[in-house]
């Protein structure tokens, strides 16, 4: 018989109808929760004390707007540092994890490195980086160094990068030793096991956490500020310097939420696909 | 009837002070068929996984054709491109297609064209009656069919010497006889394999010769009438009691 053919016994008709009354009810039910919930919390903020006060010097639409060009420029300077920034330590974190994995006497100083550097750099707040390549390393004046940003980005590259390693070495030592057995079985050499086997099935496992660190990046990016360069939050600063108003600082807030929801969803939808690949075994 | 296919000698492996293999001898000629059967335990995976160079072995040396592998200066990577091996548990890549597991060694490895890997993959899985799931994941196949792709992926090497290490264990009964006329297949064809098992059954109908391994040796070796209807050794008739007990094996 055909899929079409089929015509649902009385029973199926009378199951699918209740399930569908089900569904109708728990939408109208959400609904009504929902809007009793946002209407008390609306009274309760507008309606207490304060709250003239608090709306003039945090929502005040005028300084908004007029802080705005400022606070996008700034804004654009984390969008690029984040990309730039995010790429780096993804490429180095995958490098020191591999390095980290590499077996023999003749890597072990390759292999001490790599653990050196993702001890210290995870336990070094990313501030004194900052500090130490953006204040320090310019005061050795050696030739052809790079300005104040690019150095920024490299205490960003470095911090994260020691993160981003931990997380690509944990993937590749979930790969079963049996998947490694096969394909050296097949002939393939270390590398290419490593290329064509290992790496594809360990950062799909960790692609979830991966892109968790790179929403934390966008939010430390701004820290560059600290070194001279103007960021978003920088920027709203200033204005806010200039005004005696802290409207600025909710406009660069709102813009930094908008900037991460593409990104969060991202996660969430590689996380989600992740799970169901997980449960479809 | 020159230089056998695979000649081992005085085999050792230990593990962690454990004696798995203790001095082993075999050969396997070429088109020859052995079934090594022994306890669970008894060291049949380590001896195949010691030919196949995956463990290191302790001590003796493993030929090859003629050619010493065990030598600290042969390529491991070049010995084992002569070498099938298929697992209990298949061991599929989950992330590449069928297809795509079964071309990447020729691809990478051989350095084949891909056109013409993926074209003689396609004619062995039709071979086999898998031709619909060559785009396909492994996690979509039954135990059976994956395990039939994991011995074409073995065989699209064109091995000198197919190891087979309980290739039906993990598979539900009704799955294990798609499996073994595939084995029956490659022995017309000529394959020389070497296969642990404990399909008695199947060990007598398709093998040359049966080897009882325990203790580490290989206590008995014979034509499979012989080892598995009138052992010499005590050890091997006690094991053959159990095995009838369980039911996996028919009386007379
Ligand atoms: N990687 C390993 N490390 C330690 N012991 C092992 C390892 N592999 C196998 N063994 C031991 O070697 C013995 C033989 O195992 P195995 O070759 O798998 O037996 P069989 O395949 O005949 O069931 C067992 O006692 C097992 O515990
Ligand atoms: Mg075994």
């Keep these: 018989m055909k899929l079409t053919d089929h015509h649902p016994s009385p029973i199926a008709r009378e199951r699918a109808g209740y399930r569908k009354r089900q569904t109708v009810r728990s939408v109208l039910v959400a609904a009504a929760s929902t809007g009793v919930l946002g209407t008390l919390l609306v ?3 507008t309606g207490s004390p304060g709250w003239e006060r608090v709306r003039q010097s945090f929502l ?3 300084i908004g707007r007029e802080a705005l060009p400022e606070i996008l420029t700034g804004l654009w300077l984390n969008v690029r ?16 994890a591999v390095l980290r994995t590499l077996r023999g006497p003749v890597f072990f100083p390759v292999r001490a490195l790599a653990a050196g550097y993702t ?7 990313l501030i004194i980086v900052i500090y130490v390549l953006t204040l320090g390393v310019p005061g050795l004046r050696l030739q052809g160094m790079p300005p104040v940003l690019i150095l920024g980005g490299i205490a960003l590259v470095l911090t994260y990068g020691g993160y981003l390693a931990e997380v690509f070495r944990a993937g590749i030592e979930s790969i079963h030793p049996s998947q490694l057995a096969a394909a050296r079985s097949l002939g393939l ?18 692609a979830p956490p ?3 660190d790179v929403v934390a990046l966008q939010k430390d990016v701004g820290l560059v500020s600290l070194a001279g360069p103007i960021d978003a939050v920088r920027a709203a600063q200033i204005a806010t310097a200039e005004s005696f108003n802290y409207t600025p600082y909710i406009v ?3 813009l930094f939420v908008l900037l991460a929801i593409p990104l969060i969803a991202v996660t969430d939808w590689v996380t989600l696909r992740a799970a169901r690949r997980q449960a479809a075994r | 009837m020159s230089v056998p296919v695979l000649s081992c000698r005085g085999l050792r492996k230990v593990f962690g002070g454990h004696v798995v293999l203790d001095d082993l001898d075999l050969d396997v000629a070429e088109h020859e068929v052995v079934a090594l059967i022994g306890a669970s335990g008894s060291g049949k995976s380590t001896l195949l996984r010691c030919v196949n160079l995956l463990e290191e072995i302790d001590d003796g040396t493993i030929g090859l054709d003629g050619e010493h592998i065990t030598d600290p200066r042969t390529d491991p990577d070049l010995v084992r491109r002569r070498i099938g091996i298929v697992f209990q548990s298949y061991n599929l890549f989950p992330h590449l297609r069928v297809l795509d597991n079964i071309t990447l060694a020729p691809v990478r490895v051989h350095r084949r064209d891909r056109a013409e890997a993926e074209a003689q993959a396609r004619e062995l899985l039709a071979r086999v009656g898998l031709a619909e799931k060559a785009g396909d994941y492994p996690d979509r196949l039954s135990g059976g069919q994956q395990q039939r792709v994991a011995i074409v992926r ?3 090497n064109s091995p000198r010497l197919l190891l087979l290490d309980e290739v039906t264990s993990a598979l539900d009964p009704e799955l294990v006889g798609e499996v073994l006329t595939m084995i029956r297949d490659l022995k017309a064809d000529g394959m020389t394999m070497v296969l642990a098992t404990h399909e008695m059954g199947f060990a007598r109908e398709v093998a040359d010769r049966v080897c009882f391994l325990d203790g580490g040796r290989v206590i008995e070796d014979g034509p499979p009438e012989q080892v598995l209807g009138e052992p010499t050794q005590p050890r091997t008739r006690q094991f053959l009691r159990r095995i009838i007990e369980a039911g996996r094996l028919q009386v007379g």
């Design chain 1, 189 to 206: 050499t270390y590398r290419q096991t490593m290329r064509h086997v290992v790496l594809p099935q360990a950062v799909r496992r960790v």
């Design chain 1, 210 to 212: 991966l892109l968790n």
């Design chain 2, 154 to 156: 073995a065989l699209v």
């Design chain 1, 60 to 62: 005040d639409p005028r």
């Design chain 1, 252 to 254: 660069a807030g709102v």
């Design chain 1, 81 to 96: 540092l984040l990309f730039f920034c995010a790429l780096g330590a993804l490429a180095l974190g995958l490098l020191v």
């Design chain 1, 43 to 45: 009274l309760a903020v």
């Design chain 1, 119 to 125: 001890y210290t750099f995870r336990g070094l707040p």
